[in-house]
């Protein structure tokens, strides 16, 4: 506890304004606990950038801890990046302090005489994934905390590619950070070198997405009946606009849920994965008969889609089911223009669906399968320039048609999931439909994920220890099928538990282990980035020989899921 407290007597320093330091006085008197759990480690770059909850410490995101990002980041970028003038664009969602940070990112980059573009008021993150490219930037900041609590915020990095830092840059701008002291924070602004931006930029940004995302003229857009939510998020901005530039007018919104409001009062939690979040969408589609319900994360990079099942009932896809209808179309249309030439590729991750790789073999196009994140999906895009992208997901409910954006994006797959629905339906088949399909064709795969939350320094022992028994003492069956190989991302090695043969993994090492048995049932297991979880995915699969048999396929699945969280004690 004492090096938790000298650590937090620092904060008590000039460096500091006053309302940070009476806010460390009153914690080193009242709540020990709480202050060692500000001060035990600093914020670091997960997956997704720097998250957190908004406090006074190391370990929350503050302006210091932004500053400090931010003077790393600039040091950075003016040792590496050879430019007379550098610049970076700032975007922000709807989040509490979110406005007032982006300014103190700008201030402190303006003040190392970089040029700053700093959007006027809260804007979707892929827009500014968009903006980087379109405005010529050296990098680019969104102040997010994506679905998390309304405590939380954050800051995602992006380099001048459109895309999400990676290595070495990721390395580069950390080590960078972790040498500063905060009193090298340059906080005072250059104003000449702040500009604001805004329309001009949106304007191209939702051109763009309807171009990429509405890919058939001769789709009946005006049929297809629309409920869409922004979840008290950013895509309010930008969604409902895109949709009528693509021609969509039977659209309607849920009106308690239109206002931007950090505090997301109407769900417990602004996340589109879950169907409480998108209640109020579905009853809004039951009143009006709506045949979609679209729902977007607060900064709007994720997607949930509800569509109607066999029995007419509203259901809300996983991001693998959609990614997987939504790679077909894709598909389906390229080949259709006869465009897929052997030069294209579509884009995964390790804890995504395999479904996704098994339908573009179809098309004979590549599947390249990431590290999780859509950084690592940017990243193919760049390193492969003589390959076209198609398009790519992960089962976080994130797709990215094409590479115009360098992110997951939800306004251009909105228009994406719409235009798979209104093609449906002019058809006489629907999404849900298409989707089984699918499974008729290959294989009905269903998955699942659950998220352990472990908070505090004894919440990420155990989150280590988890992650280490598994590791060390590897299960060798799982509901009665033997594991066949364990992938441990760590130690960038495969191995067969059966013949004790062992390969490399050619992937930047991750804290993420996968089981496989020879059946393809699997379970992949990694901490969070971005939150004190660890998560768990499951995926299972079977034939499905007639879509009316899917009703008992998908409960033998799902009964199979459960036996096996029950196995692992994880329930």
Known sequence: MKEFLDKAKQWLTSTFDTETQAEIKDLIKNNPDALADRFYKDMEFGTGGMRGVMGAGTNRINKYTLGRATQGLSNYLIENVQKEQLSVVIAFDCRHNSKKFAKIVADVLSANKIKVFLFED????????????????????????????????????????????????????????????????????????????????????????????????????????IVFTSLHGTSIISVPEALAKAGYSDVHIVEEQRIPDGDFPTVKSPNPEEPEALKMATELANKIGADIVIGTDPDCDRLGVAVRDTDGNMKLMNGNQTMVVMTEFLLKKWKEEGKINGNQFIGSTIVSTELVNDIASSYNVETKVGLTGFKWIAKMVRDFPDLDFIGGGEESFGYMVG?????????????????????????????????????????????????????????????????????????????????????????????????????????????????????????????????????????????????????????????KIQRIIKEMKLN
């Open 403 to 559: 590479e115009f954006v360098r992110d997951k994006d939800a306004v251009t797959a909105t228009l994406l999931a719409c235009e798979v629905a209104a093609y449906a339906k002019q058809n006489g088949s629907s999404f849900y439909k298409e989707l089984l399909s699918i499974y008729t064709q290959n294989s009905f795969y269903k998955e699942h994920l659950i998220s352990i939350v472990k908070k505090g320094m004894n919440g990420a022992a155990e989150i280590q220890q988890m992650l280490s028994d598994m590791r060390n003492s590897p299960l060798t069956e799982i509901d009665g099928e033997k594991i066949e190989t364990l992938s441990d991302y760590q130690a960038s090695t495969r191995k067969n538990l059966i013949t004790g043969e062992v390969s490399s993994i050619d992937l930047p090492k991750s804290n993420v282990l996968i089981y496989q048995t020879a059946n393809g049932t699997r379970i992949a297991a990694r901490p969070s980035g971005t939150e004190p979880k660890i998560k768990f995915y499951f995926s299972v699969n079977s034939t499905l020989d007639s879509i009316t048999d899917s009703k008992k396929t998908e409960k033998a699945l799902d009964d």
């Open 122 to 225: 809260l804007r979707a993150t892929p827009e500014l994934s968009f903006a980087v490219r379109h405005l010529g930037c050296d990098a680019g900041i969104v102040l997010t905390a994506s679905h998390n609590p309304p405590e939380y915020n954050g800051y995602k990095v992006y380099w001048a590619d459109g895309g999400q830092i990676v290595p070495p840059h990721d390395g580069g701008i950390i080590n960078n950070v972790n040498s500063l002291d905060f009193s090298e924070i340059k906080f005072t602004a250059n104003e000449n070198l702040i500009e604001f931006i805004g329309k001009d930029v949106d304007d191209a940004f939702i051109n763009g997405a309807v171009k990429n995302g509405c890919l058939s003229d001769e789709i009946d857009r005006k049929r297809l009946k």
